[in-house]
């Protein structure tokens, strides 16, 4: 291997070193896969009068697709839909912490985590990137939990102001937070 090949590869294995976790969805989910979502699982209809109802509520629906491995949310911004997804591992249950504005999302693989989520208030400015007032109230990660063992959490509520998790199999719930 003369030395220019051997250059080129070692540069195309930096640069697929580099190129690896930069991709929001990966980073936050921690899967490698995350962003590999079928475009498939994002078709929809709407029959009825959906968006004018989500509308009228002025709230965003959060919806899990635990065996598709997706989050979304549906509201109404400035008049017009606006759906996201992020691709989690086997989202189950959901609960909304509306005191704090937190909103809970268990995520059932080994280890099972469980995942907070805020509404952005800010972004700071950073050298060329423009100021984005699109963020403001966008659900963004604030913070994970690991809960290793095989717990198999698959429902989650706030009792009494504390997040409590159904184990799949065990039929009691347990104090998490």
Not at 132 to 157: F, K, N, Q, T
């Amino acid at each position: 291997m003369t030395r220019s090949v051997a250059k080129s590869n070692l540069e195309a294995l930096w640069k697929q070193h580099h190129d690896e976790l930069r991709d929001p969805q990966q980073i936050i989910t921690q899967w490698k896969s995350a962003s590999e979502v079928d475009p498939k699982l994002l078709e929809y209809r709407v029959r009825g009068r959906f968006w004018d109802a989500l509308a009228k509520t002025g709230q965003t629906l959060i919806v899990t697709r635990e065996y598709e491995h997706l989050v979304m949310a549906f509201s109404i911004v400035s008049g017009r839909p606006r759906i996201s997804y992020l691709h989690l591992p086997h989202p189950n249950g959901l609960a909304v912490d509306s005191k704090r504005n937190i909103i809970y999302i268990a995520s059932t693989r080994n280890p099972n985590m469980i995942y907070e989520f805020a509404p952005c208030s800010g972004m700071v400015s950073r050298d060329g990137l423009p100021d984005s007032e699109d963020m403001h109230g966008i659900l963004v990660p604030a913070r994970a939990r690991y809960l290793p063992g095989c717990l198999y959490i698959h429902d989650i509520a706030l009792l009494g102001g504390r997040l409590h998790a159904k184990r799949c199999g065990h039929e009691c719930g347990r104090g998490i937070a």
